[in-house]
């Protein structure tokens, strides 16, 4: 996974890598809290350009980001979903909550 | 040796995470035979991983232990078994609940069992306490294309 902030935006992208799953999901939580502290963004950005699999583990990530963003005063938002990943995204109804924004 | 089912495999494999990959890629790999879409391939393997992850964080919990799957196929369906002799269900009925689940704390969404079931054709849970849980699921693969013109022009020819 790789992830840059946007100083003038005060955006924090990441972009995950292929398979979002349990395994995956508990190797990069920590490093998107510590970057998210550390920044406090106004957005935090899911960039799925790069997501071929998500299971609802990726749900759990997405919501559990959400409230500490949120609790900073700042908001997530997710984009580039493909098919099977969109389909996940709005089975959870977490798309109520979650904007999809377009990027690059 | 007499069997209903045109194909079988069975898979042995321990409770660790990267695991879940493992599992899902060993049944798309074994499905393929069927053709199916891109799609019913994604949903397959979406559901065995949510299986899969239950068994490891809910069944074992920190311990480590043996998960059992088992692919069937017969005619377009395929039958799906995952299978652990973790801690069990409490209420079945409740664990399949959108949203209900018992680790919160680590930030699971409730939604697997949901999302099994929106996946698969049938998906029946059964669990005992103390000894574990068996999950079955079955999926029918729509013939594709490829499969339809095969079977126009040897309806065709027979004309
Ligand atoms: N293999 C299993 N062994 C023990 N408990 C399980 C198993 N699978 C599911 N459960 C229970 O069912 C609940 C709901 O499962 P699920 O819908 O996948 O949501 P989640 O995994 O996000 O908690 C779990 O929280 C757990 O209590
Ligand atoms: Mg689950």
New binding site residues.
Partial sequence: MNSFYKKEDKQLIFRLDEEIDECEVQKIRRRLDNEIERYMPKEVIFDFSKVSFMD?AGI?LIIGRYKLANMLGGKVQVTNMQEPVKKIFDMSGISKIIEEVQYE | MNNIYDNEMKIEFLSKSNNEAFARIAVAAFIAQLDPTLEEIADIKTAVS??V???I???YEERIGIIKLICKIRNKEVFIEIS?S????ENIEM??QPL????ANLE???????IMESFMDDVEVE?VLGL??K?TMKRKIKSNSQNEEFAIATIRREE
């Fill in positions: 609802s759990g | 949510e299986a992850t239950n068994s964080i809910h069944g652990d973790g801690k069990g269900i664990a399949k209900f689940t018992t680790k699971r969404s409730g939604m697997g069992f949901t669990s574990g849980t999950v």
